[in-house]
């Protein structure tokens, strides 16, 4: 099945500063990848997501890039504020046309210090 | 309005009990999910549904089933619940396959 690594598992940065995650996935069929921001006590929310077919997408300070040939795709968040600090997943699609699912990394941990 | 909403928040119950998850939601979406996720915050796909029929059953103890009475609920029944069934049980939905999963609050079980 579809494996998908995610580091750093902890990321401290201070206030205004940038944060990067990055995720590798093993199945070059996968063709979707969506990041969550999770919250303590809440469920996991998109905050931007990206599929095969585009190598770059930016919705105000959050950006994904992918590379398709090596497997891998990142979450950049500039200017971080308080409010950012949360743990962040990225995942990946599995399977084919009539039995998707997705698969998730382990989770970055995100603190930003003010 | 809550987009997916799940009932209970808390579950705290005896080992060997029944207990059910209750799931909604709003959206008008065609496809349903389960998630649990483990105390070090592994999310790992349960069930799928798409139209109130099962296509994703992944290696789950038959003590889970999911039941969809129709295409806007997604119930999750456990019997004879065991210690390692604790986690937070997460509900969500998309609108097809392939397709941005919206995630309900979860449910908190926790077995004694």
């Known amino acids: 099945g579809e494996n998908v690594e995610q580091h750093p598992s902890t990321l401290s940065v201070q206030e205004g500063d940038s944060a990067v995650i990055k995720c590798t996935y093993s199945d070059s069929a996968s063709n979707y990848f969506p990041w969550y921001k999770q919250e303590l006590g809440k469920g996991p929310q998109l905050i931007i997501d990206?599929?095969?077919?585009?190598g770059e997408k930016k919705d105000q300070r959050i950006a994904v890039t992918l590379n398709k040939t090596a497997k891998h795709f990142s979450l950049h968040i500039t200017e971080t504020q308080p409010e950012d600090s949360a743990v962040y997943f990225c995942a990946a699609t599995f399977g084919r046309a009539g039995s998707y699912q997705l698969t998730f990394g382990k989770g970055t941990k995100l603190s930003v210090i003010p | 309005d809550t987009a997916v909403s799940q009932t209970p928040k808390y579950l705290v119950t005896q080992m060997g009990n029944d207990k059910s998850i209750k799931c909604e939601q709003n959206l008008g979406h065609d496809t349903m999910y389960w998630y649990k996720q483990d105390s070090k915050k592994f999310l790992k796909i349960m069930f799928s549904?798409?139209?109130?029929?099962?296509?994703i059953n992944e290696t789950v103890p038959n003590r889970f089933s999911p039941k969809s009475p129709d295409k806007a609920h997604l119930n999750l029944h456990i019997n004879s619940l065991e210690l390692g069934d604790s986690a937070v049980y997460f509900c969500a939905s998309s609108q097809f396959q392939n397709q941005p999963q919206h995630f309900g609050d979860g449910t908190r079980l926790s077995i004694l």
């Open positions: 990206i599929r095969s077919n585009v």
């Open positions: 549904y798409n139209n109130k029929e099962l296509i």
